[in-house]
């Protein structure tokens, strides 16, 4: 504890000595027991302790009766301010004997030190003084420490901000008008997140987060949760393996009383087909062009929770159709708040979207007025996200992962074939289309048919898989109640699969003018039927989607070999159009 | 709509009248400001319950703080459970919007509620 500093104004020399020699008399105890030194310093007049005031920085000044009756009141004003915050008393000595001759203008000072002096009550007001001195060191070092933690703590949201602005660099929400999203500050830091990529085959995948618990901590979460979605996806593992993998790593990282509710939905606009996990959040509202509007109420538990989960089972399956539009919100909505305590609440949501009729993107604006007019008092903790289903701009855009440069695109591909053949085993979880890419990632030139290959192969797997393999029959999907019983017959027959297989065989070959990559995909099924012809499996979404990335495709009937090939020429890369022949449809130029 | 206010908010806790049951009541708010007296309800009991009854009868709303604390006390009874019989956890008598966060969030996959 630093010595307490008196500053004694007084021009009076003998006035001084009587003064310094009171205090000095005086021995002050801290609440520490410990005798604290205290320090003098004098001033002759009011404008050499203004002076010399900061040097000093005294805990108490006192006007000894000469200065005392001379001081202005735009000096102790002075004075005062020098003190800054913390407040240093000023007290005045007042002779008793001169009293009634002076003019000294009391109401300036704290408190008076009356002459003559006695010293046990001097010696009171000094210690008393003393105490209030100490008392308010203590505030300011608090204050102090606050406001370090504060500009810490600024400091670590700033921080945080960037992070979470870099995490979603890789994201394509701006790259399409298809999404409008809203995603505030204070949301982000509150733990919401939102990510979206493509994979290979030209699918949209798109996640809305909630951590929950408490600020910085739940956020924090987030680091994970997206490198592994910006990693996985890209790659083409499938949205299922993608969402146990983020369950897995949450349940390993977080503390127990930590989770995430999620919402990961996959679209594929070239099948018109949406699949959509919601694990405890909000329900995502689909609103279809007619204006019903469906609820994607919540199937799985947040990830993080339990180690395993039953990602397969909670995955619903959407037919979708022409404008088609799909809302997700966090729990950030419901909870807004207006002066009264009310909740803003689903009800409201709901409604907005309801009355909303056919205004086509106009729902999304009103939500956040009404949310922001709703929860006036309170900071925008919102995040809503409007995706709509069927813009044209999903169905052009490709991955646009890979670096395309000149040189890679002009590369070689070379003469190779590879051939896998995934049993029961594998068949019941497998993704075939991750390890067939990472193979051909590293070979140069193989960009120029990468997002080709990758749509042809899922479009065959899951051929393959579904008909031939679990032998569903794609008529159940003609309705939309068959649409979601088709997908849930698969799951179910794919978990208990004893037996099948199915085999994925790529060669390529390259000469001078050019080169081709044949794609045969096989399985233990019965093959095309022949009877079925030309309404078969083939005929419809499949076949076309085929066509539009393959230069040739063959099959027969009762057989379940397929043949898809893909071709190039060697000079141009954009001039493989005119080198496709026979029976197989012009291909449409597909961004690389 | 739910109307809240989170002063009126308190943990209270008895033991049942057949004696083998804790039963923890949230009144008001169950959030993160509950955390310490909800967590001191079930620590500081010896021996421990056969259950844990948690009384959501007064709860006015719960949000993902408090899913986050159900969590830790299920957690608490794996704890406990290492050193003789694990104690379960029930939720009863939530109203319907809490009913709707219990139903959303799945958590009544891992919480038996009555």
């Not at chain 1, 520490?32 to 310093?41: K, S, V």
């Not at chain 1, 989607?545 to 893909?566: K, M, N, W």
Request: hydrophobic share 40%; proline share 5%; glycine share 8%.
């Amino acid at each position: 504890m630093p010595a307490f500093r008196v500053l004694i104004v007084e021009s009076d020399t003998s006035e001084v000595t009587e003064l310094r020699q009171l205090i000095q008399s005086w021995e002050y105890t801290g609440s520490g027991d410990c005798a604290l030194p205290t320090t003098i310093h004098c001033a002759p007049a009011a404008t050499v302790a203004l002076a010399s005031y900061h040097e000093y920085q005294p805990n108490l000044v006192i006007f000894g009766p000469t200065a005392a009756a001379g001081v202005s009141a735009a000096e102790i004003r002075q004075l005062r301010q020098s003190g800054g915050v913390e407040p240093v008393p000023i007290l005045f000595v007042q002779d008793l004997d001169a009293m009634v001759s002076s003019q000294s203008p009391h109401t300036l000072c704290d408190d008076i030190l009356t002459k003559p002096y006695s010293p046990p009550l001097v010696q009171l007001k000094l210690a008393s003084i003393r105490r209030f001195c100490e008392f308010s060191r203590s505030l300011m070092a608090q204050r102090d420490r606050l406001r370090r933690h504060h500009a810490d703590f600024l400091q670590e949201q700033a921080n945080a901000r960037e992070i979470f602005g870099n995490l979603g660099n890789e994201s394509c929400l701006d790259d399409t008008p298809a999404i409008r999203y809203h995603l505030s500050p204070r949301a982000v830091l509150n733990g919401d997140l939102l990510a979206a990529t493509y994979t290979p085959d030209g699918k949209l995948v798109l996640m809305l987060g909630d951590f929950a618990g408490h600020g910085l901590a739940a956020a924090v979460g987030a680091v994970p949760l997206t490198s592994i979605f910006y990693s996985m996806m890209p790659r083409g593992f499938s949205m299922s393996r993608v969402a146990r993998e983020i369950n897995r790593k949450l349940y390993d990282i977080l503390p127990r009383q930590m989770f995430c509710c999620l919402v990961m939905l996959e679209l594929d606009p070239r099948r018109n087909h949406l699949r959509i996990l919601n694990a405890g959040m909000p329900s995502p509202c689909l609103k279809r062009s007619a204006g019903e509007l469906h609820l994607l109420e919540s199937r799985h538990l947040p990830f993080g929770v339990l180690s395993t989960d039953q990602i397969e089972s909670a995955i619903v399956n959407v037919r979708v159709l022409p404008g088609d539009r799909l809302y997700l919100w966090s729990d950030g909505i419901h909870e807004a708040r207006n002066g009264k305590g009310e909740h803003f609440g689903e009800a409201r949501l709901i409604r907005l979207l309801r009355d909303n009729g056919n205004n086509r993107g106009q729902a999304f604006d009103q939500i956040l007025v009404a949310v922001n007019a709703h929860a006036a008092e309170q900071h925008d903790d919102l995040s809503l996200v409007e995706l709509d289903l069927s813009h044209s701009s999903l169905r052009k855009s490709g991955c646009p992962a890979a670096d395309y440069t000149g040189n890679r695109k002009g590369g070689r591909v070379g003469d190779w074939s590879i051939s896998l053949q995934l049993s029961q085993e594998e068949l019941r979880a497998a993704d075939p289309l991750p390890h067939v890419l990472s193979v051909l990632v590293q070979m140069p030139g193989a960009a120029r048919f990468q997002e080709d290959l990758a749509i042809a192969l899922g479009e065959l797997f899951r051929n393959a898989l579904e008909h031939g393999v679990l032998e569903l029959d794609s008529s159940i999907k003609a309705t939309d109640d068959g649409f979601v019983r088709y997908y849930d017959l698969m799951a179910e027959r794919r978990g208990q699969l004893q037996d099948g297989w199915v085999r994925i065989t790529l060669s390529c070959s390259e000469g001078d003018t050019g080169g081709e990559l044949t794609l045969i995909v096989e399985d233990s099924g019965s093959g095309f039927p022949a009877t079925r012809e030309p309404s078969g499996v083939y005929a419809g979404r499949g076949l076309g989607l085929l066509q539009t990335v393959c230069d040739e495709v063959h099959y027969r009937p009762g057989c379940s070999r397929v043949e898809a090939v893909i071709r190039w020429s060697g000079a141009v890369a954009e001039g493989d159009i005119d080198e496709a022949g026979g029976n197989a449809m012009q291909k449409p130029p597909l961004p690389v | 709509m739910v109307v809240s206010d989170r002063f009126e908010s308190r943990v209270t806790s008895e033991v049942s009248e057949g004696g083998d049951a804790l039963v923890i009541r949230v009144a008001g708010n169950f959030d993160f400001n509950m955390h310490r007296e909800f967590q001191r309800a079930y620590r500081n009991v010896s021996p421990p319950p056969r259950t844990f009854l948690v009384d959501l009868s007064e709860t006015d709303h719960l949000d993902s703080a408090a899913l986050g604390m159900l969590l830790l006390l299920r957690d608490y009874c794996v704890e406990v459970g290492a050193e003789g019989a694990q104690p379960t956890v029930e939720l009863m008598n939530a109203n319907a919007h809490v009913s709707h966060i219990l139903s959303v969030s799945n958590f009544d996959r891992i919480f038996s509620i009555r």
